[in-house]
């Protein structure tokens, strides 16, 4: 399918569901003053030429016209509110479901007189007031709760603490502070101040040591440049250390050329530098605290299903046979069960990011759910399988949407106790 074709049809496609929309709507204000129903129709009417609009421009204009904060909002403002509108469709379709049936029922049943299901007065069957308005309302919900996430959620960084027993942790790194950040992605950043005073939050906790688990960047290396002087900040006594993420690869942006990309690759592992992080790529390093060593494991990005999969685990493990603990950073959460329970039986704490809680969820009184669980079985928190743990770290940024509802960023802190 062409592009333009594609385009004609998802925007007859969308134009069909403000429609559908717009009929709940005009069915649940009908016994409204005739002035209020104006003002009402001009402000859904209105409100959806404008979001129309800002779609078919998005289309024709070109990608660097706007700025890439102004393009992500506009991108939001489209996508939120016809992701609400697909909730009231789902309600509407219930109650047409209801009414198409009783209409069949009623070619079959005699004492049922078969009526038109396409009404919406009577005689006939009549639509449901309260599915109806419960579809909006629920519809009108959502879209202020993306509206909150954007406004509220995006930087409300919370500091998340956890206890990680390990067996054979040596004396030395008995009570040993960890600090993890991941999925900067600096790229989507629109408040400079919240995410300075994030950063300012993690070194509050005065960690012995740091990791950042990939994704610094969506896709370019550029993305980071005004970040430098912030992220440069965080500093830990045994060392920063970093790996990469998919996206900081820049396989999901449209380079002109093969060397282009690999430029960019290499100014982002510069990055890693000029913010004086230890990048591990397929590597280990010997952590040391008074004379005792564990293992610090670094893997480029792997992920199971179709994600990129360029890390060696194997490459990295050679050589930390004889440490009594070892700490793998690796991305993807998917990898540890793909590839280190199954093999490395012997790597007792992994961290993990890419997953973000999917920015969108619920953590409440014991309750933990998002939509993501039905991707990645280990999406959020610490995860324990036959005395080998893994962390997977909720994001530090936000990727598309930019904001965040209850899973929201977070900064973690992992302190090491010997079992």
Same mark, same amino acid.
């Given at each position: 399918?062409n592009?333009?074709?594609f385009f004609i049809?998802?925007?007859?496609?969308?134009?069909?569901?403000?429609?559908?929309?717009?009929?709940?709507?005009?069915?649940v204000?009908?016994?409204?003053?005739q002035?209020?129903?104006?003002?009402?129709?001009?402000?859904?009417?209105?409100?959806?030429?404008?979001?129309?609009?800002a779609?078919?421009?998005?289309?024709?204009?070109?990608?660097?016209?706007?700025n890439?904060?102004t393009r992500?909002? #506009?991108?939001a403002?489209?996508? #939120? &509110?016809?992701l609400?509108?697909? *909730?009231?469709?789902?309600?509407?379709?219930?109650?047409?479901?209801?009414?198409?049936?009783?209409?069949?029922?009623?070619?079959?049943?005699?004492?049922?007189? &078969?009526?038109d299901?396409?009404?919406?007065?009577?005689?006939?069957?009549p639509?449901?007031?309260?599915?109806?308005?419960?579809?909006?309302?629920?519809g009108?919900? !959502?879209?202020?709760?993306?509206?909150?996430?954007?406004?509220?959620?995006?930087?409300?960084?919370?500091?998340?603490?956890?206890? @990680?027993?390990l067996?054979?942790?040596?004396?030395?790194?008995? /009570?040993?502070?960890?600090?993890?950040?991941?999925?900067?992605?600096?790229?989507?950043?629109?408040?400079?101040t919240a @995410?300075?005073?994030?950063?300012e939050?993690?070194?509050?906790e005065?960690p012995?040591?740091?990791?950042?688990?990939?994704?610094?960047? %969506?896709?370019?290396?550029v993305?980071?440049?005004?970040?430098?002087n912030?992220?440069?900040?965080?500093?830990?006594?045994?060392?920063?250390?970093?790996? *990469?993420?998919?996206?900081?690869?820049?396989?999901?942006?449209?380079?002109s050329?093969?060397?282009?990309?690999?430029? =960019?690759?290499?100014? *982002?592992?510069?990055?890693?530098?000029?913010?004086?992080?230890?990048?591990?790529l397929d590597? =280990?390093?010997?952590?040391?605290?008074?004379?005792?060593?564990? /293992?610090?494991?670094?893997?480029?990005?792997?992920g199971?299903? =179709?994600?990129?999969?360029?890390? %060696?685990?194997?490459?990295?493990?050679?050589g930390?046979?004889?440490? &009594?603990?070892?700490?793998? *950073?690796?991305?993807d959460?998917?990898?540890?069960r793909?590839?280190v329970? &199954?093999?490395?039986?012997?790597?007792?704490?992994?961290?993990?990011?890419?997953t973000?809680g999917?920015?969108?969820?619920?953590?409440?009184?014991?309750?933990?759910?998002?939509?993501?669980?039905?991707?990645?079985?280990?999406?959020?928190?610490?995860?324990?399988?036959? =005395?080998?743990?893994?962390?997977? %770290?909720?994001?530090?940024?936000?990727?598309?949407?930019?904001?965040?509802?209850?899973?929201?960023?977070?900064?973690?802190?992992?302190? !090491?106790?010997?079992?």
């Amino acid at each position: 399918m062409n592009r333009t074709l594609f385009f004609i049809l998802l925007t007859v496609v969308l134009f069909g569901i403000d429609w559908y929309v717009w009929q709940a709507l005009r069915f649940v204000i009908r016994n409204l003053s005739q002035p209020t129903q104006r003002w009402i129709t001009l402000a859904y009417w209105g409100f959806t030429s404008l979001t129309l609009f800002a779609y078919v421009m998005m289309q024709f204009l070109p990608a660097d016209f706007f700025n890439r904060i102004t393009r992500t909002f #506009i991108i939001a403002g489209i996508a #939120i &509110p016809y992701l609400s509108k697909l *909730l009231v469709v789902f309600f509407l379709l219930i109650d047409d479901v209801r009414r198409l049936i009783q209409w069949v029922v009623g070619h079959f049943i005699p004492s049922v007189s &078969p009526v038109d299901p396409t009404t919406t007065a009577e005689p006939g069957i009549p639509r449901s007031q309260f599915l109806e308005t419960t579809a909006l309302v629920a519809g009108t919900a !959502l879209m202020g709760t993306f509206a909150f996430g954007i406004l509220s959620g995006a930087h409300d960084y919370r500091i998340r603490r956890v206890k @990680v027993v390990l067996k054979n942790l040596p004396k030395a790194f008995h /009570g040993m502070k960890i600090a993890q950040l991941s999925d900067i992605h600096s790229g989507s950043f629109f408040n400079k101040t919240a @995410v300075k005073g994030g950063v300012e939050m993690l070194l509050k906790e005065k960690p012995d040591i740091a990791f950042f688990t990939g994704d610094l960047v %969506n896709d370019r290396a550029v993305e980071v440049k005004d970040y430098i002087n912030i992220f440069e900040k965080v500093k830990a006594p045994l060392g920063v250390h970093s790996t *990469l993420g998919n996206h900081d690869y820049g396989d999901y942006y449209q380079w002109s050329s093969q060397q282009e990309k690999d430029r =960019n690759l290499a100014d *982002l592992k510069k990055a890693h530098k000029l913010l004086g992080w230890n990048l591990m790529l397929d590597e =280990n390093r010997a952590i040391r605290v008074d004379n005792e060593e564990i /293992g610090l494991i670094g893997i480029q990005n792997w992920g199971a299903g =179709n994600f990129a999969k360029y890390g %060696n685990l194997d490459k990295a493990y050679q050589g930390t046979e004889d440490y &009594p603990v070892k700490i793998l *950073l690796s991305h993807d959460p998917s990898h540890w069960r793909a590839q280190v329970l &199954p093999k490395y039986n012997d790597i007792d704490l992994a961290f993990a990011g890419h997953t973000h809680g999917m920015q969108f969820g619920v953590e409440v009184a014991g309750i933990k759910w998002s939509p993501v669980q039905y991707r990645y079985k280990e999406w959020a928190g610490l995860y324990t399988e036959n =005395n080998q743990h893994l962390y997977v %770290n909720r994001g530090f940024g936000y990727l598309g949407y930019p904001g965040r509802v209850g899973i929201l960023p977070e900064i973690t802190i992992i302190e !090491l106790v010997r079992g």
